[in-house]
């Protein structure tokens, strides 16, 4: 391998921060998507605390945030020979994953991490419509598991039939970008629940049952706010590192987007020359069933 000299070790270290700049430096769209996140944030931030405004994100709340919690609990304790009895999704309780087995010292941070992770990789999806469409498909997949998991729970069957049906609705409207702003949301809801859960389990209070505590029970050497701060850290990271990755990796305009999602899991009837293609009656029927289930639920 040839050295470099000392002119071209000047030219690189010249170059490479340039590179990274030029890299991280948000295009117009990009500059949308982070405009829409933090009013995304801003607005979470209300719903979530005002006390009659908060049932207008209780469905994401309880199926989506609480649901990764859970879900990230579930894998961890699969990947340590766990066997998963059950899953519950109570977004006033925290809900609960019941298992025999595993490594709790793998499991117990999964809640909070695994999330945390799981919500910037739908931040930095936020800023595609392919990568949106992606990431659904594997919504998809987190729903059936939860499905499952939570077979005996008819409101988390509904919940979880009224979020599949907005984003086939999302997935119709202007060849998907309603679909990208709504995974966007959902990576920043997924990624603030963490930050606020874990300050007010650990740092504000202190709450015995909490992931934090049984960590610091079983571990022995540090308080439940030590770890606390730990794992807050790591999500703040995950977060940014979310938002970095959306920034490098997927410079296109929307109109770029547009015409690349035709070509990518492309809406039924859709061309080239006519990217906005009109819901067929199947699908219209199927997100009319569906939205009128969970706005029944929602009502009970």
């Known amino acids: 391998m040839p050295a470099l000299n000392e002119h071209d070790a000047h030219d690189f270290l010249q170059i490479f921060p340039r590179d990274v700049r030029s890299q991280l430096t948000p295009s ?77 010292i793998i499991t117990l941070p999964a809640g909070y991490l695994g999330s945390s992770f799981i919500g910037a990789c739908l931040i930095a999806c936020g800023f595609d419509i392919d990568a949106s469409k992606v ?12 499905l499952w998991w939570a077979r005996r729970n008819w409101l988390t069957w509904a919940l979880i039939l009224g979020m599949s049906a907005i984003i086939i609705l999302f997935w119709f409207v202007k060849g998907g970008v309603a679909l990208r702003y709504f995974v966007l949301f959902i990576g920043v809801m997924s990624c603030m629940y963490v930050l606020w859960d874990v300050i007010d389990d650990t740092i504000a209070r202190k709450v015995n049952s909490s992931d934090a505590s049984a960590f610091a029970h079983i571990c022995g050497c540090c308080p439940s706010q030590v770890w606390g701060v730990i794992w807050l850290i790591i999500a703040f990271c995950f977060f940014a590192a979310g938002i970095v990755v959306g920034l490098a990796a997927f410079k296109q305009s929307e109109s770029q987007q547009e015409q690349d999602s035709l070509h990518f899991i492309p809406i039924p009837g859709a061309s080239a020359g006519f990217p906005s293609a009109s819901l067929s009656t199947s699908a219209v029927y199927l997100v009319s069933l569906a939205s009128t289930a969970f706005l029944v639920v929602l009502g009970l």
């Not at 995304?40 to 931030?45: D, E, K, S």
């Not at 894998?75 to 025999?100: F, K, N, Q, V, Y």
């Not at 659904?136 to 939860?146: E, G, M, Q």
Request: negative net charge; glycine residues 8%; charged residues 10%.
């Open 135 to 146: 990431a659904c498909i594997v919504l998809a997949a987190f729903f059936l598991f939860t």
């Open 28 to 104: 117009a769209t990009q500059r949308t998507t982070l405009i829409v996140a933090g009013c995304y944030v801003i607005a979470i931030a209300i719903l979530w605390h005002v006390p009659v405004l908060n049932w207008i994100i209780y469905p994401f709340k309880c199926v989506l945030t609480v649901g990764f919690h859970e879900m990230s609990h579930a894998i961890a304790g699969l990947l340590t020979c766990a066997h998963i009895e059950s899953i519950e999704l109570d977004p006033d309780e925290g809900g609960a994953t019941r298992m025999s087995g595993g490594v709790p």
